[in-house]
């Protein structure tokens, strides 16, 4: 019988290796890997069908939200949030992001992290399907690229 090697990681980065067979546990209702897609028509948030909707929360967590954007208008409001950072993931589509701080672009496969308390707006490109994936934290995230 072959050992697979698996690695156990905690939230400081205190790394442990070992060598063992690994093997599947039987899921309950509390412990089972679900799959989500981001592009799933029955998934609507509320800014899809109304520009003064906001996201539609996936996941909840302590000091976490995972929210899905599927703006198609432009936000004609700014929204300043004062619990969380976020850090908005492009999956699909393009936007202008306003902010305080200044505007960025927004592409497929790119992200942008905006700090707590910082006022910011998004504008979908005309013609396009623009989605993103939200990650909203309480605890304060620092960068880890420098």
């Not at 070992?18 to 897609?37: A, F, G, H, Q, Y």
């Not at 936000?75 to 589509?93: L, T």
Request: one cysteine or more; a neutral charge.
């Amino acid at each position: 019988m072959s050992e697979d090697k698996e690695k156990m990681t905690w939230k400081d980065g205190t790394a442990v290796w070992i060598s063992r067979k690994v093997t599947r546990i039987k899921p309950d209702e509390k412990l089972k890997i679900e799959k989500i897609s981001a592009e799933d028509p029955k998934l609507i948030p509320p800014n899809f069908t109304d520009p003064m909707g906001g996201p539609m929360r996936l996941i909840q967590g302590e000091g976490i939200g995972i929210d899905l954007n599927k703006r198609r208008e432009p936000m004609p409001f700014w929204h300043r949030n004062n619990d969380y950072d976020e850090f908005i993931f492009c999956f699909k589509g393009s936007a202008l992001w306003e902010t305080e701080l200044g505007d960025v672009e927004l592409r497929p496969g790119e992200m942008i992290f905006i700090p707590r308390g910082v006022a910011h707006k998004d504008t979908p490109r005309p013609g396009e399907q623009y989605i993103a994936i939200e990650i909203k934290s309480s605890s304060k995230l620092n960068k880890a690229i420098k």
